[in-house]
């Protein structure tokens, strides 16, 4: 399994030291790199993982040829692959996404598969490949809310005090969603929300929260831990308003290992900014994934 997070610059020195090392071939060996030309990854639904999730946000490629890292690359991408001879060799590319939400925070994912096809090196030329990817087979998901209820109904996402509840309601792309609309008034400028049900978060592995959102407001999510019947609220990651629908990986694999608690329960809170009249907020397929 790939690191599920390393600092970008590492890899762009990486791969400067891979090109560096095809300048010092012999005369013999090529120097000219072939580049693959990929566009974007295909995603595969997986039943396990609920047919209807099919969103990603998949900003970059990381590209191994022969089991060795070439380096990371932003979608859509060129690679330079250097080789030695004209002999068959393998690209292995694994989907990469922003962690938190951070751009400073970019690894594989280690939950997609990742795509590997095999070429002769065509020197000088492009050879255009798009990669297909999936959930592996073996990954677990916990669903926080995936809002299978009647336009109208309330979600599964409670509220802690006064402020706007979350509904349901039906978005042309997502589907049934949770919405909060805030209507500009003093007391309607605040949502905040716990999950109604608990989380196990497991020990020792990769764990992530995925959702779907859209939002004119921003937000922030995290996570409230449990520990002997002590509750300790801690925000994870602010989150600025799209107009688009976007995905969203929330690492809390380290969460984890830091409370230890006996049981957590997803945050979300939304507010109305100082001087904004009205706002609306979207939420999708919430759920918890690990290995």
């Not at 916990?142 to 109904?153: M, N, T, V, W």
């Amino acid at each position: 399994m790939k690191p599920i997070s390393q600092i970008k610059y590492c890899l762009l020195l990486a791969a400067c030291c891979y090109m560096a090392q095809g300048c010092n071939r012999t005369a013999s060996q090529s120097s000219v790199p072939t580049y693959i030309h990929v566009d974007s990854f295909h995603f595969v639904a997986d039943p396990l993982a609920n047919t209807h999730i099919t969103t990603h946000q998949v900003t970059e490629v990381w590209a191994y040829y022969n089991d060795v890292l070439i380096g990371a690359f932003d979608l859509p991408a060129e690679i330079p692959v250097i080789t030695n001879g004209d002999t068959l060799g393998h690209l292995s590319l694994s989907p990469g996404i922003v962690v938190d939400g951070l751009n400073s925070m970019l690894g594989v994912y280690p939950f997609y598969k990742t795509d590997t096809f095999s070429f002769r090196p065509q020197p000088g030329k492009t050879i255009s490949h798009t990669p297909t990817t999936q959930y592996y087979s073996d990954a677990k998901f916990g669903e926080i809310d995936h809002f299978r209820y009647s336009p109208g109904a309330s979600s599964s996402f409670t509220l802690t005090g006064a402020g706007v509840p979350m509904e349901v309601d039906n978005d042309p792309a997502m589907g049934q969603v949770g919405i909060i609309n805030f209507a500009g008034a003093t007391f309607d400028t605040l949502s905040d929300n716990l999950s109604k049900d608990s989380l196990i978060i497991p020990a020792n592995t990769p764990a992530y929260i995925e959702f779907d959102y859209k939002s004119t407001v921003p937000f922030y999510v995290g996570l409230e831990a449990v520990i002997a019947g002590v509750t300790n609220d801690v925000p994870l990651s602010g989150i600025k308003p799209s107009t688009e629908w976007k995905k969203f990986y929330l690492s809390v694999a380290d969460f984890e290992a830091q409370y230890q608690a006996s049981y957590y329960y997803f945050h979300l809170h939304v507010s109305l900014p100082q001087g904004q009249q009205s706002g609306t907020f979207e939420i999708a397929n919430v759920q918890l994934v690990s290995f």
